[in-house]
């Protein structure tokens, strides 16, 4: 059976008719044959069209489709290149409705183009897709290439593996060999992923790739211009932190309404808008935002985004198979030490994100983040730990990830409390033996499936016959390639150094630490590389080098190559060199491994060979490969390389010379100095160090600066500090600190400043104060000047003396007994402190009294500490007044509730010593209180306050758990419990006799206590919450024996309101608003919702402008649009939306303006009595639906103008009962929401009444004259004014013509005189002056004149002086 080619043509019969339409299914085309459909009748379509499909070779590949139409279409397959042959099996499920193209054991030459054809006798349906087939030979390529570079993921020089022109075979250029995802991602990807995706897919032609890259991106463009106006901003796909993946991009569509489709691997996923579904788009303007929740290995793959058919955006998903095999482990660390989080990996990885309270982490001062040399074991360390540094850590590998807290404490030595401990060099945490244990363990688990995958890919290659001719003298395992680091061509190879040339890739800069060379010939295997342009012959060619002379072959290659090529990798490193940093002067070691033993290698710094020497030594160990230099030197700093047997791994040692100093005067330094007041002190010290070392001065932490009495010397190798006129103050700790780009050191000392001590503090504790001696202490100078104390000078004088008695120097004991007192005397003391550098300012005591009775004051009230059937114990506290002599005893005492007699406990002759006591006179159930008195040698002072009433019975059983724990109510602040007392069980549990509520942060481990006193009641708020925090709360009841078992809630709690439905609270709101053109429009909405809602604004159901902005805050949403335009018309709908439900409001705002007039009116009589008036529109007629007109009318009897027409929407209107011989005018009014434009009135309209001539006399007028001479009407005043005020002056004068003013002061013109101010308003004439003086005393006159006559007014200014002022002020006063 054969089929036709999907190129053919596929006419019509003769007479039909080939309509085109376009179906609802995008892709599908549909051809009619009738003009008219009849009735029931259809034409094919697909409901499911086949969808494009890539699949490995040897899989099951087939097609789809559902197809409808009326009768029941014909189907038929076709492809593009070839024919549907018994390869193919075509079946038809007639309960689903499914037609299906088989393809069982797909194989390389069945990928194409497929049509799927429909037809019937009123139309055919067409729809194409597209079969990928990934070989197997170039899967298993690629699963070799990863199984080697998995361990080392080394970037590969994309440059090396290009292709001359001359080179490539056309056969290459055929499209199908390469995988179409290959172009979908490329279409998508940034340039400098370009070389990536290449390597990736194996294409090494890149000028053919970048052609046909230019001709795809055209064709797709072409085809986007159909649907897209802007593509740009492509995201590719990427994990995000909340454990979703997401990829996005901004487009601007031509039809909003176009159709998008999400496919995955070439099959359609359905997506919704809501956040929490599995496949998910948000859309903000014109961002689009894909994402994928719930991540699992089965969504890894390449999602493609369409647009009507046409694909616009791919992304190739990739997700790590990886797990960790140990993980992260809690550690507790003490301030400033470093904590350590380690975690193992199933396969290696170079890196990981590290994540700490939900932050990334990033290497910096605060955080070192290392990876082992195998990539298996991954570490966190944690810097200089503080209390706030608390919290939870997480590893993210993939989808993967692990976590554990961080505990630090506080420094527990009482000796640093108060002070800045100074940074720890321990470690926290870490378990580096075991975690290394089983990285190896891992590691040779790697090591043996590669292995394994190795040979049987090797058994395959051996079973099938050699595809690629290789010459004799150039084997397929020895490509020529030149290295990169290293410009010149590669010379012969030495002896025992290198025994045979082998390939060397390019290393990309700054790698260097690993084997990398075992991976990137693996890569070879696979690609073909030339470094230079090459001939069109197949002989091999050699060319001179420049340099050196020797000799280089290349080659050129013919052929097909086999991409799954395996050789055995020989040697290769097992440990390549890391970076060294070394200080100048000490040993340094670069060490590497080798595979085996037998084989030597060549040591080489900055391209130059290394001879051994006695500094510099090259030792061989078995495979062990060290370069040992003795005395590191700067000129040792470089890159240095090790090759061996064609393979090579390169490192960098850097000599740092931080800064350094000698043992002796380092040591010499850190003695102490001491001095006394006023004298000067020195410190010095030498260093060693790469310049520029920046050198600083401290004393006590603080930095020294040159000043009066700080003098700093610097040099590149010395620095000194001179202290002139030291004082006290001074004392402390000296340090110099260095610090140049390598380091920093410091060197401490002290500084000890000798001075006479302070003066002694009190104040004085009063031991014995009896008729035969005062004994008291005082405590000890603060300062004793750097001296101990040696003797105390005292001095004695009596209350009522002026005379002081020396009593003499005592021992260094602030302590002193005087017998030589008399009764009743008061007494005071002068106490000086004596050391080796003097004697300090006296300090004087307050007067003792010898010998008078002083009763203590009362104790503080006792204190029950245990209650049993046969003892009471009890403690307390001396009391604060002594009386001024010591506490010899207590005596205790006792009563019953309801009586009124106190009796004492203790034997009267046995007063009580100790400040407890336990009483045992007492009798089971009854209730006591107690109180206490205090005695000195005076006696017993006054008693305490009694304690409460306390019963004779043994201890209470702590209470149970409280009962029926809940949430009463909750807000974003608050949180309000409820609970039901535990019950009570004999000799179990008794009663509660309060309760304590105790609330735990979810993000912490300690519980806090909400109420430091116990309440009585079963309820209680918790206050001070933050907002949308999780919190675990519980209850612990308690009574007199003890607090009973805490009672939590059975789940955390969020600070948040009951959940309330959303809900506007606004009675009346606003459906219509009518806003002014240029002015700002306003919706204010009042809503209630719990929790916090989200709140959208849509404008005829699309996003908003940037126009227009939108605020929030609790409970209400404000829209605002500044400056409103015409085109900011519109439905404005506010979504308003929680976890409970939604609420909606639309409101209309219609942004108008005032009206512009209509055109001109006309008027035309087609009727008799009738009057068309008809008008041009107003230019806002177009742009506003609810503007229209109102027609006014006056005819000449009336005079009046009265509205005749209103609300008319149309261009004319014919006004009735026009009687003939009156004239008419109308006015046309434009009429909106915003009222009334201005009127266009028309001509007069009138009808001639033919009437009898009417003649009228009138007789002749004479005319007036009022013309008249100038008058004044109104004269000026006299006028007496304070000097410095301000003076006004007018009068009123009349005439015709009006008459012209002139003033004068003494005869003097002032009419241009800027000192006054002049004005004549409707012939009232003013004068004022601002600020009089003596100047303007006079007389001032006012001249009006015309051509009739002249007139004139005169007055009299007077100016008073100051003392006038002073004396009216006065009397005023008065």
Not at 129 to 148: H, P, W
Not at 388 to 393: E, F, K, T
């Amino acid at each position: 059976m054969k089929f036709p080619k999907s190129k053919d043509e596929e006419p019509t019969a003769p007479g039909q008719v080939a309509i085109r339409k376009r179906s609802s299914v995008p892709g599908v085309m549909i051809t009619q044959f009738v003009e008219e459909l009849p009735a029931g009748k259809s034409h094919p379509d697909f409901t499911r069209k086949p969808i494009a499909l890539t699949i490995q070779e040897g899989k099951f590949a087939f097609f789809k489709a559902i197809i409808t139409g009326d009768p029941k279409p014909t189907v038929r397959w076709t492809r593009n290149n070839g024919d549907i042959s018994e390869k193919y099996i075509i079946t038809y499920d007639p309960i689903m409705g499914e037609h299906q193209l088989q393809m069982p054991n797909v194989a390389v030459d069945q990928a194409d183009t497929y049509k799927c054809f429909a037809e019937n006798e009123y139309g055919r349906a067409v729809v194409t897709a597209t079969l990928n087939v990934i070989e197997v030979g170039f899967k298993k390529g690629k699963a070799l290439q990863e199984s080697r570079t998995a361990q080392r993921e080394q970037p590969l020089d994309f440059k090396s593996t290009l292709k001359t022109r001359a080179d490539r075979s056309k056969e290459e250029r055929k499209d199908g060999e390469v995988d179409e995802r290959f172009w979908e991602l490329l279409l998508s990807a940034d340039k400098k992923d370009y070389e990536k995706i290449c390597a990736e897919y194996g294409v090494t032609d890149f000028r053919w790739m970048l052609k046909k890259l230019n001709e795809k991106k055209r064709e797709i463009e072409e085809q986007q211009a159909q649907y897209i106006e802007y593509l740009g901003n492509l995201r590719h796909i990427e994990i995000k932190n909340t454990g979703s993946a997401q990829f996005e991009f901004e487009m601007d569509l031509k039809d909003p309404n176009a159709k998008i489709y999400l496919y995955k691997d070439g099959v359609m996923v359905p997506f919704s808008t809501e956040a929490d579904e599995k496949h998910s788009l948000r859309q903000t303007g014109r961002r689009f935002v894909f994402s994928v929740n719930g991540l699992s290995p089965d969504d890894a793959g390449l999602y493609q985004v369409d647009i009507e058919g046409v694909n616009v955006f791919s992304t190739d998903f990739k997700i790590p198979m990886v797990d960790f095999l140990v993980k992260m482990q809690e550690v507790k660390a003490v301030e400033r030490e470093d904590a350590v989080f380690e975690c193992v990996l199933s396969v290696p990885m170079p890196k990981i994100t590290w994540m700490g309270k939900s932050v990334p982490l990033v290497q910096g001062e605060k955080y070192d983040i290392t990876v082992s040399e195998d990539m298996l074991i991954h570490r966190l360390v944690v810097k200089d730990c503080m209390k706030v540094d608390s919290g939870i850590y997480a590893a993210v590998v993939g989808i993967k990830s692990c976590n554990a807290w961080l505990i630090v404490e506080a420094d527990s030595d009482p000796n640093k409390r108060g002070k800045k401990a100074a940074r720890k060099t321990t470690q926290a945490g870490g378990s580096s033996a075991d975690v290394a244990k089983i990285a190896a363990e891992q590691q040779a688990k790697l090591q043996k499936a590669r292995e394994e995958r190795m040979e049987i890919i090797k058994q395959q290659q051996a079973e099938e016959p050699e595809q690629v001719p290789v010459t004799e003298a150039e084997p397929l395992a020895e490509p020529s390639a030149e290295p990169p680091v290293e410009p010149k061509p590669k010379v012969k190879a030495r002896p025992k150094a290198q025994p045979k040339p082998k390939p060397k890739p390019k290393v990309a800069e700054g790698v260097g630490h690993e084997a990398e060379q075992e991976q990137e010939e693996d890569q070879e295997e696979e690609e073909v590389e030339e470094m230079v342009a090459e001939p069109d012959d197949n002989s091999e060619q050699t060319e001179p080098t420049s340099e050196e002379g020797v000799e280089r072959k290349k080659r050129v290659r013919t052929g097909p190559l086999v991409p799954d090529t395996v050789i055995d990798p020989g040697v290769h490193f097992t440990s390549g060199l890391q970076d060294v940093r070394a200080i100048m002067g000490q040993p340094v070691e670069m060490v590497c491994k080798l595979s085996r033993a037998d084989c030597d290698g060549v040591w080489y710094k900055d391209g130059k060979e290394i001879i051994s020497t006695d500094d510099l030594k090259i030792v061989k160990e078995g495979t062990v490969h060290k370069l040992v230099i003795s005395n590191s030197k700067e000129e040792d700093n470089g890159k240095y390389r090790f090759e061996a047997d064609g393979r090579k791994s390169e490192a960098m040692l850097i000599v740092e010379d931080p800064p350094r100093m000698n043992p002796d005067d380092l040591a010499k330094f850190s003695e102490p100095v001491i001095i006394k007041v006023g004298q000067n002190a020195s410190f010095n010290l030498s260093f060693v160090g790469q310049e520029p070392i920046k050198v600083q001065w401290y004393s006590e932490g603080e930095e020294l600066l040159n000043d009066t009495n700080i003098k700093i010397e610097k040099s590149s190798s010395h620095s000194s500090l001179r202290l002139t006129k030291c004082q006290r103050k001074n004392t402390g700790e000296i340090k110099l600190k260095l610090k140049n780009e390598f380091g920093t050191i410091e060197a401490l000392s002290q500084l000890i400043v000798l001075d006479k001590p302070t003066n002694p503090l009190g104040p004085v504790d009063v031991i014995e104060a009896s008729s035969s001696c005062v004994e008291f202490k005082w405590r000890p100078p603060k300062d004793d000047g750097g001296s101990p104390v040696i003797h105390y000078n005292l001095e004695r004088q009596q209350l009522g003396r002026n005379t002081w008695k020396k009593i003499g120097n005592i021992p260094g004991e602030a302590h002193y007994k005087d017998t030589d007192v008399d009764h009743g005397r008061k007494y005071c003391y002068r106490i000086r402190a004596i050391t080796a550098e003097g004697t300090s300012d006296p300090f004087e005591t307050d007067d003792i009294q010898a010998g008078t009775k002083a009763y203590p004051g009362p104790p503080s009230t006792p204190k029950v500490v245990s209650a049993f059937k046969d003892c009471i114990n009890l403690t307390w506290t001396p009391p604060t007044n002594t009386g001024g002599t010591n506490i010899v005893g207590y005596i205790l005492e006792k009563r019953k509730r309801g009586s009124n007699l106190w009796s004492q406990v203790n034997p009267p002759e046995e007063p009580i010593k100790a400040k407890q006591y336990g009483v045992k006179d007492v009798v089971e159930g009854i209730e006591y209180e107690f109180r206490v008195s205090a005695i000195n040698f005076s006696g017993a002072g006054e008693p305490s306050s009694p304690t409460e009433f306390v019963t004779a019975r043994d201890p209470k059983k702590p209470p149970g758990k409280v009962i029926d724990l809940k949430v009463s109510d909750s807000s974003y602040s608050s949180l309000s419990l409820s609970w039901t007392k535990p019950k009570e069980e004999q000799g179990v549990q008794d009663e509660a006799k309060g309760y304590f509520v105790e609330l735990r942060p979810a993000e912490n481990t300690e519980w806090t206590r909400c109420n430091s006193n116990a309440i009585i009641t079963t309820s209680f708020t918790i206050l001070g919450l933050r907002s949308m925090a999780m919190y675990w709360v519980r209850v612990v009841a308690t009574n007199e024996g003890g607090d009973g078992e805490p009672q939590d809630l059975d789940n955390y709690i969020i600070a948040m309101p009951p959940p309330v439905r959303p809900n506007f609270t606004d009675r009346k709101m606003k459906s219509f608003l009518v806003v002014r053109a240029g002015n700002s429009a306003r919706v204010t909405i009042n809503f209630e919702a719990s929790p916090m809602p989200t709140i959208i604004w849509l404008k005829d159901g699309m996003p908003l402008t940037k126009r227009v902005t939108v605020s929030n805050t609790d409970g209400t949403s404000q829209l605002l649009i500044a400056s409103a335009e015409r085109s900011d018309t519109g439905i404005y709908t506010i979504i308003v939306k929680n976890m409970v439900g939604q609420e909606t409001f639309s409101t209309e705002i219609r942004v108008t303006d005032d009206p512009k007039p209509p055109g001109p009116v006309e008027l035309e009589e087609n009727v008799p009595g009738t009057l068309t008036v008809s008008w041009m529109p107003s230019p806002d007629e177009k742009r506003d639906d609810r503007l229209h007109y109102m027609v006014a009318k006056r005819d000449s009897v009336k005079q009046t103008w009265q509205t005749v027409a209103d609300r008319l929407f149309n261009n004319n209107f014919t006004a009735v009962n026009i009687i003939p011989g009156r004239q008419y005018n109308f006015r046309v009014y434009t009429k909106n929401d915003m009222g009334l434009s201005e009127p266009s009135e028309s001509l007069t309209w009138g009808v001639t009444k033919k009437k009898e001539k009417f003649t009228l006399n009138i007789p002749e007028t004479k005319t007036c004259n009022f013309d008249s001479a100038p008058t004044f009407t109104v004269p000026l005043k006299t006028h007496t004014s304070p000097e410095k005020y301000e003076c006004y002056m007018s009068c009123a004068v009349r005439g015709n013509p009006n008459p012209r003013i002139t003033w004068y002061r003494n005869n003097v013109s002032l009419n241009t005189n800027s000192n006054y101010y002049i004005s004549n308003t409707c012939g009232v004439c003013s004068l004022l002056i601002l600020r009089v003086g003596p100047k303007d005393n006079g007389e001032y006159k006012v001249v009006a004149e015309n051509s009739l006559g002249r007139t004139e007014c005169s007055t009299q200014l007077t100016i008073r002086g100051g003392h006038e002022v002073g004396a009216l002020r006065e009397l005023i006063d008065q």
